[in-house]
C-alpha cells in the first residue's frame, strides 16, 4: 500500500500562490457536554483534496457537518471563496444564500446513498434535479446530461430509467457521486465514501473518485477512517482526535513519518497487506 | 332547531372577522397559504369545510349563491351547501353561473367566463402542492420562503419518463404571479388556462389543513412544464350528446350494461342553457 502513488500534487502546489478556496478558523461544536469540535484550523485550496482521518467519534463527521453549512458552529468561522473572489463567511450569508450555495457550488457525498438519493425516482430523475433546481427547464437537455453523467460513473446508460432502489450498493453510491457533480460544484465534501462498500467494489470506486477529481480539479474534503483510501485520494491529510486536529500535512509525510503518538498508533494499526 | 338562532351564514362574527383578515393577506401575496383558526362546520371534513368557511365570511344579504360539485349544481354536496346558506343566511340560491355573485366550487370552474364582480370559492382538500415530496411542513415553507419549486419538476420529469408524457391530470400544480407554487385543488387542468388573468376574484379554502390562499383578479397563473413538454388541456373526440358542445370538458357516463356509454357536459348549467337555445 505504501507504494501507492498519490494523486498529482503538483495542482495542489501551483495553487498555493492563490488565495484558498475554504479557510476554517478555529471551529468548534458541542452537544451540550460533549466537545465534538475544538479550535479546528486549515484551509482548502482550489484543486485540493484535504482527508480527514480519526477513529469514530473524532468529530469527522460533525466537522463536515458544519463546512456544509448543515449545523452551526458553536465559535470560530468557515470562510468560503465566492465565484466572484469574494471571501464570505458561510455563516454570515442569509439562509437562501447559503441554500444555493450547496445546490450550485457544493456537493455533499452521504457514507450511506440512501440519504443523498430519492430512491423512489429514477436514476435520471436524480441526475437531473440539480439542474432542475437552478432552472433547467429542457426535458431532452436534462436527459441527455443525466445519460452523460451516468456514463462517466460507469453505470450502463440502460438503467437511466431504473428506481436506484434496484441497484447494488456500489452503484448507488455512483449515482450519488453523479448526481453531486453534474452541476459541477466546485467543493465536494464526502462523508466516509465508500464505507459500506466491500473491497474490489470500493477500488473502483476510488479510481473513479480519483479520475473525476483530477478531471475536473475539484477541490475536496474527504471525511474516512480508512488509511489506505486517504492515501489513494488525498493531498493532505488533518488527523482528528477527540474533536482536536492533533497532526496535519502532507498525506505521505503524516502516514510514512507520524509525529504525533495517536498517529503513529494509527499508522501502525493498518494491516499489511 | 329555527334558523334564526343562528348567526347570519352560520358563522359568529368574530370568526368571520378573523377568516377575513386571512383573505385580505391571501389577496395581497397571490398563492401564498394563509393559516387560519378553522372552526367545525357541520358537515364532515372533505366535504368543503373550508370552502364554506370563506363563503360564509364573505357573503352579505344582497348575495347571489350558486354551488357546485364536479360542476352539477344538482349532487348532494352541491344541494346540501346551498340549502345550508339559503337556510342560516337567507340568501337567494342559483344554478345559473351568470346570475351568482359567489360561486363556491368543488372540482370545477364553470365553462361560463366569469366577470369581475363575480367571487369564485374553491374547496381544498390538500393545499400544499410539494406535500408528496416533502413531508416536512417546515421544510415546505421554508422551500416556498426560497421559491426552491426544482423539486416538483423532478416529479414531473418522473411522468415523461415513465409515461412519455404529464399524466398529472388534475390538481396540476401552477405558479402565482410568477412566484408562489400553489395547487389549485382538484380541478381538471382543462380548467387551469381558466386560472390565468381571470377578472374574478378567486378564493381557496382548506378547513382540515387550516389554509386559506387567493388568486386576485387578472393575476397571471402559469402551469408548470417543460420547454419540450409544454402543458396542453385534454380534448375529446365526441361531442356532449345533450347539447352537442365540442368545447366543454366532458364525463363519460356508462348507460347500460352492455358496455353502452355517453359523454357529456360535466358542467350541468352550461349544457342546460345551450339545450334550453339561450347563451349560457
Known amino acids: 500500500m505504501t507504494e501507492a502513488a498519490p494523486l498529482e500534487a503538483a495542482g495542489a502546489l501551483t495553487a498555493l500562490a492563490e488565495p484558498p478556496l475554504l479557510e476554517v478558523e478555529g471551529l468548534g461544536k458541542s452537544f451540550g457536554p460533549v466537545t465534538a469540535c475544538a479550535e479546528v484550523s486549515f484551509s482548502l485550496w482550489p484543486g485540493e483534496v484535504l482527508g480527514v482521518v480519526g477513529e469514530s467519534g473524532s468529530g469527522k463527521t460533525t466537522l463536515l457537518n458544519c463546512l456544509a453549512g448543515r449545523l452551526l458552529p458553536d465559535s470560530g468561522a468557515v470562510r468560503y471563496r465566492l465565484a466572484d473572489g469574494r471571501m464570505a463567511d458561510i455563516f454570515a450569508l442569509s439562509e437562501a444564500e447559503r441554500r444555493l450555495l450547496a445546490r450550485t457550488e457544493w456537493g455533499f457525498v452521504h457514507q450511506n446513498p440512501r440519504d443523498g438519493l430519492r430512491l423512489g425516482v429514477t436514476a435520471g430523475g436524480n441526475i437531473g434535479e440539480r439542474l432542475m433546481l437552478v432552472g433547467a427547464r429542457h426535458y431532452g437537455h436534462i436527459r441527455a446530461a443525466a445519460r452523460d453523467w451516468l456514463d462517466k460513473v460507469e453505470i450502463d446508460a440502460g438503467r437511466l430509467d431504473d428506481p436506484p432502489a434496484q441497484f447494488s450498493g456500489g452503484m448507488q453510491q455512483r449515482l450519488q457521486i453523479a448526481r453531486n457533480l453534474v452541476s459541477r460544484p466546485r467543493l465536494v465534501l464526502m462523508d466516509e465514501p465508500t464505507g459500506s462498500l466491500d473491497v474490489s467494489v470500493q477500488a473502483r470506486l476510488l479510481d473513479l473518485l480519483r479520475g473525476l477529481v483530477g478531471g475536473l480539479g475539484l477541490s475536496a474534503v474527504i471525511v474516512t477512517h480508512d488509511l489506505s483510501v486517504a492515501r489513494l485520494l488525498a493531498h493532505r491529510l488533518i488527523v482528528m482526535r477527540r474533536g482536536r486536529v492533533v497532526e496535519a500535512g502532507l498525506t505521505d509525510q503524516v502516514l510514512d513519518d507520524p509525529q504525533h503518538p495517536y498517529t503513529q498508533l494509527l499508522a501502525a494499526s493498518v494491516l499489511q497487506a | ?280
Open chain 2, 1 to 280: 332547531m329555527s334558523a334564526a338562532q343562528y348567526n347570519f351564514a352560520y358563522l359568529d362574527e368574530q370568526t368571520k372577522r378573523m377568516i377575513r383578515r386571512a383573505l385580505l393577506k391571501a389577496v395581497a401575496i397571490p398563492g401564498y397559504q394563509v393559516p387560519f383558526g378553522s372552526r367545525e362546520m357541520p358537515l364532515p371534513y372533505g366535504w368543503g369545510t373550508g370552502g364554506i368557511q370563506v363563503t360564509a365570511s364573505i357573503i352579505g344579504r344582497e348575495d347571489v349563491l350558486k354551488v357546485i360539485d364536479q360542476g352539477a349544481d344538482d349532487t348532494t354536496n352541491a344541494i346540501s351547501i346551498r340549502r345550508f346558506f339559503a337556510r342560516t343566511a337567507g340568501v337567494r340560491t342559483t344554478e345559473r353561473t351568470a346570475e351568482a355573485t359567489i360561486v363556491q366550487t368543488r372540482h370545477r370552474v364553470p365553462e361560463t367566463p366569469l366577470r369581475a364582480d363575480q367571487i369564485i370559492v374553491y374547496q381544498v382538500p390538500i393545499p400544499e402542492p410539494l406535500r408528496w415530496l416533502e413531508p416536512r411542513e417546515a421544510e415546505t415553507r421554508k422551500m416556498h420562503g426560497l421559491a426552491e419549486y426544482g423539486a416538483m419538476h423532478v416529479r414531473l420529469y418522473e411522468d415523461i419518463t415513465r409515461y412519455g408524457r404529464v399524466v398529472t391530470a388534475y390538481d396540476y400544480p401552477v405558479r402565482v404571479n410568477g412566484r408562489y407554487l400553489m395547487r389549485p385543488s382538484p380541478i381538471p387542468k382543462f380548467d387551469n388556462p381558466k386560472l390565468d388573468r381571470n377578472p374574478a376574484l378567486q378564493l381557496f379554502g382548506a378547513g382540515r389543513e387550516k389554509r386559506i390562499y387567493a388568486v386576485p383578479p387578472w393575476t397571471r397563473v402559469e402551469s408548470l412544464d417543460f420547454e419540450d413538454h409544454p402543458f396542453h388541456v385534454e380534448s375529446w373526440e365526441e361531442r356532449c350528446a345533450l347539447c352537442g358542445s365540442d368545447t366543454s370538458f366532458l364525463d363519460e357516463v356508462v348507460t347500460d350494461d352492455e358496455g353502452g356509454r355517453m359523454f357529456v357536459c360535466s358542467d350541468t348549467d352550461y349544457c342546460g342553457a345551450r339545450r334550453a337555445g339561450s347563451s349560457p
